[in-house]
């Protein structure tokens, strides 16, 4: 039976959806006024695999992972730009779905924006205040009030009195309790703003969350992701409001992805080792990345480095190596490896262990290949498929070995002219000619493999 451990209660358990075949899942999108760093790539990898998984094993997943388009990174980034804040959140959209796609991500089954749900923010403010649980301000601010929900920290595990001591108070001082968080913001000249019953303003960031997950999907729902900064106080505000007022629970289940580091360190542009997923698709071919960020657990840290990169390729080209030169027929998976497998997902989404799945599998698969054994079609389909449910080994192994993600990398025409040469050197018996173009192309990132079959090739 599926088990996933739970960051409120701290513990896995088995997994229970509230409709039978049906799981609700929510997870926290992106604030696009940027490009997409190698955080998010962890993000998006971590629940496109459990939302493959859930599907693969009969679930019927509504998936809604929401567009924060309202903020005030955004809005400072527009005013930096000299331009609209839509046509920077337009932008930055697209260049997500754009790294999304290279991923191998899968869209969400809907996206909501918090600038197209502006009317359920606003009546759920007015809910909150209506229950005196959230107040209004002279200026328009709406607060809501962390004294009247008694379980708040539930999820942080951060007790109320600690929290308050090392509360930073505005100097507004217009907030009755320093810990009280800001669900409307009366506008600000110069910036976007919507009508509302305290006047022209817009969304706090935590109200956006409440507002289009239960829009989307319920007042109670399944399961709710994101990374691991927003457990607090993003994910501990969204409950506070949510169940304030809804009188319900709002989540069954929450997740969390762990951290990526870099070289050990935290990752930020002060440091200097920040890396945007385009950044690192300029080196390395995106399945490698995949492969790499799944190649952990998703709650542990990733330490991101050049020597875990270089790994993951190495990895990923084994398995694909069990496939080159192999035509992968449709038919029945081996069903020991199958249950393996599954087995290894239904412990919280044990991706490593799935993975080390395969790897035995290809072991099997070099042996069938030299001994020319009956199974082998049946142990290479198996390969794809359960591949295909990590959202890896989908292209063709030829492809994977020959493609670039570095544009100046030599191209596949003059590494087959040079093939050539090498060729003509070893049947003139010229092995000094045929070594040196080796060389050269080892230079240039090529590896040659001689076979019983001719002479292949693919890219460190």
């Known amino acids: 039976m599926l088990e996933i451990y739970n960051s409120l209660t701290q513990e896995k358990a088995p997994f229970v959806p509230l409709e039978p075949g049906k799981i609700k899942m929510y997870v926290c999108g992106m604030t696009v006024y940027d490009y997409c760093h190698i955080g998010h790539a962890r993000v998006m990898v971590t629940f496109d695999v459990i939302v493959r998984y859930l599907r693969h094993i009969g679930y019927d997943v509504n998936y809604v992972r929401n567009i924060t388009d309202v903020d005030d990174k955004i809005f400072n980034r527009a005013a930096e730009n000299n331009e609209p804040f839509d046509a920077l959140t337009a932008r930055f959209i697209d260049a997500m779905h754009e790294d999304e796609r290279r991923l191998g991500v899968i869209a969400p089954t809907s996206e909501p924006r918090a600038t197209l749900c502006m009317h359920q923010i606003i009546d759920m403010i007015e809910t909150l205040i209506a229950k005196d649980v959230a107040y209004a301000v002279e200026n328009g601010d709406v607060y809501f009030s962390i ?6 920290g539930q999820l942080s595990k951060k007790k109320l009195d600690e929290l308050l001591v090392g509360a930073r108070v505005e100097a507004s001082q217009i907030k009755r309790n320093p810990m009280d968080f800001v669900l409307w913001k009366s506008a600000k000249a110069g910036e976007a703003s919507w009508p509302s019953p305290w006047g022209e303003g817009r969304p706090g960031w935590h109200i956006e969350c409440s507002a289009m997950s239960t829009h989307c999907l319920g007042n109670t729902f399944d399961i709710h992701g994101g990374g691991p900064d927003l457990k607090f106080p993003h994910h501990e505000n969204e409950i506070a409001q949510s169940e304030a007022a809804t009188g319900q629970k709002f989540v069954n289940c929450w997740m969390h992805a762990g951290a990526v580091r870099v070289n050990k360190e935290k990752m930020s542009k002060s440091l200097g080792n920040f890396f945007t997923i385009r950044d690192v698709m300029e080196k390395y071919d995106p399945e490698v990345i995949r492969y790499f960020l799944i190649s952990s657990h998703y709650r542990s840290q990733v330490d991101y480095s050049e020597d875990s990169l270089q790994e993951a390729v190495a990895a990923l080209g084994r398995l694909y190596n069990a496939m080159r030169g192999e035509v992968i027929a449709e038919c029945e998976v081996v069903e020991s490896y199958q249950q393996r497998f599954q087995q290894a997902m239904n412990d919280d989404f044990n991706t490593p262990l799935a ?14 290949k030299t001994e020319g054994a009956a199974e082998l079609p049946q142990l290479l389909a198996t390969l794809k498929r ?10 063709s192994a030829e492809d994977f070995f020959t493609r670039s993600a570095d544009e100046s990398a030599i191209s596949e025409a003059e590494i087959l002219a040079l093939i050539e040469r090498r060729k003509q050197a070893r049947i003139e018996k010229n092995w000094a000619e045929s070594d040196r173009v080796r060389d050269e192309l080892k230079d240039k990132g090529v590896i040659l493999d001689d076979g019983r079959e001719g002479t292949t090739w693919r890219r460190l």
């Open 147 to 152: 004294e009247k929900f008694p379980e708040y």
């Open 355 to 368: 993975l080390s799945v395969l790897f035995e599998l290809v072991k099997d698969i070099n042996k069938a």
């Open 386 to 395: 359960l591949g295909g449910i990590l959202g890896i080994l989908q292209c």
